[in-house]
């Protein structure tokens, strides 16, 4: 057994690729994976992988709406703790929620379809 706890940190940004747009900060105790996604799919999709890694806590930046950590939440399957920083309206994405980001990327994609 490790007295590592490892954890990560996703975020929302335009364009992001979790591919590579991440990073890890370990200190002695602590393993935090920082990772950047475009979308609440990009990151419920990474959730299988992080719980391979070990990680046993996400903590979902304030860009994720209640939708958002909700779709997370649903995706994670008890398989690690959900957390969350708040905003309601977040200042870095314009002071909007991510939930309505995310409709308006799902409405643009439909229409390519």
């Known amino acids: 057994m490790t ?5 990560a940190f996703i975020f929302t940004a ?5 591919q ?12 935090l994976k920082t990772i950047a996604v475009s979308s ?3 990151a419920c999709d990474l959730l299988d992988e992080l719980h391979q890694e070990g990680i046993s806590a996400i ?3 304030a860009g994720f709406g209640h939708q958002g950590v909700a779709r997370v939440v649903e995706a994670a399957r008890g ?9 309601d309206t977040h200042p870095g994405l314009g002071f909007r929620s991510g939930d309505s980001l ?11 379809a």
């Open 102 to 112: 995310d409709e308006q990327t799902a409405m643009a994609n439909a229409k390519r």
């Open 40 to 42: 609440y799919q990009q």
């Open 59 to 61: 903590e979902l930046c």
């Open 79 to 87: 398989r690690m703790q959900i957390g969350v920083v708040r905003f």
């Open 3 to 7: 007295d590592v706890f490892k954890a």
């Open 14 to 18: 335009p364009d992001a690729d979790p």
């Open 20 to 31: 590579t747009n991440s990073e890890w900060v370990k200190t002695p105790k602590i393993h």
